[in-house]
């Protein structure tokens, strides 16, 4: 595949990018529709003048209809996408950026999305279907599997189909709340995940930014204590990865924590432990569910972040830890080298 797309892009580079965003306005239809134009025109950044021609040809393709609602994809329209997707992979020259990404943090595999999600909020989408993709391909009967919180691990139960035939799985938070809006919390994301594995879950209610003696009184009750042992045998964990102060604020914590954090060299949090850009773990908070410690005895850790602003995060923590997958976008990809050192 990669030489074919290297001799189309040395004979027809003009080809080559009509197709790419051919597929570009295709895909954000899908993610978005029905949708209007002018909308359409603000996701992807081009003149209403512009679009108005590639929609036009698409349309006369069979691959969208338009109507008073707006553009929707046909059948021959989503097959198209989903046929390309391999093609755009490798016509971005993605392949040696998750290879190099691989081997210089030691990921089991590592699946780059192409775009940025800084300037596209629907690449989450396909970062939920890249991470939904691949448990289907691993999930056993009697798995475990535990999901914690975010905009884009919401995506993850948004993206997969419904999944028979498996028994014994029970879907778990992988940590407490940060008692933020309820479609973004882990035990939401646990219960709608449930559903697509026709699975068993349980709720953890408990908050995660509690102080040290209120969380030991709770993690004491009977009912938690029974889940927390649950979730300690997770045996699939899908988990995001944040910023420190963008993490830091979402916990709610007050400005002079934020810049002492900050002093510390902090730049990634997971599982309410703060890393520096060398991987080095610099500050801790109270917790309850997984912790960092946890990783190396689960068999399966999905590790998903997007976005070029992400980068130094992601860098942090694949220097602390190496997940078996590591999920990315094309924007994060590109920049995780760049701050490596060059592409």
Request: proline share 3%.
């Amino acid at each position: 595949m990669e030489e074919v797309v290297g001799l189309l892009k040395q004979i027809a580079p003009e080809i080559a990018n009509l197709v790419e965003n051919r597929y570009t306005i295709l895909r954000s239809i899908y993610f978005n529709q029905p949708i209007g134009r002018r909308a359409l025109s603000s996701i992807i950044s081009w003149s209403e003048r512009q679009l108005r021609a590639e929609v036009k040809r698409l349309e006369e393709q069979g691959l969208l209809t338009i109507d008073q609602q707006g553009m929707k994809l046909t059948d021959a329209g989503k097959d198209m996408i989903f046929k390309m997707e391999h093609f755009i992979y490798h016509l971005r020259g993605l392949n040696p950026i998750a290879q190099k990404i691989r081997q210089r943090f030691n990921c089991g595999y590592v699946s780059i999305v192409p775009g940025n999600t800084d300037e596209d909020e629907t690449i989450k989408l396909q970062l939920g279907k890249e991470a939904a993709r691949y448990i289907k391909k691993t999930i056993n009967d009697g798995d475990i599997v535990a999901v914690t919180g975010g905009t884009t691990m919401a995506q993850i139960p948004k993206a997969m189909d419904k999944i028979t035939g498996l028994k014994d799985v029970i879907v778990v938070p992988g940590r407490g709340g940060l008692g933020e809006r309820v479609e973004i919390e882990s035990n939401t994301i646990a219960a709608e995940l449930a559903k697509k594995l026709n699975a068993q879950y349980r709720l953890l209610y408990v908050p995660d930014n509690l102080s040290p003696e209120a969380m030991e009184s709770i993690v004491n009750e009977p009912g938690i204590r029974e889940i927390l042992n649950i979730v300690r045998r997770t045996n699939i964990l899908l988990h995001g990865i944040g910023g420190a102060e963008e993490i830091g604020r979402r916990r709610g914590l007050s400005k002079q924590e934020i810049m002492e954090i900050r002093k510390k060299g902090a730049v990634a949090e997971a599982f309410g432990y703060y890393f520096n850009k060398e991987g080095k773990v610099v500050h801790t908070t109270t917790s309850v569910g997984l912790s960092v410690a946890d990783l190396k005895n689960i068999r399966i850790v999905i590790a998903i972040a997007g976005g070029a602003s992400k980068a130094p995060a992601i860098q942090a923590f694949l220097k602390y830890h190496s997940p078996t997958v590591f999920i990315t976008d094309e924007g994060a990809a590109r920049k995780l080298l760049k701050l490596e050192g060059g592409e």
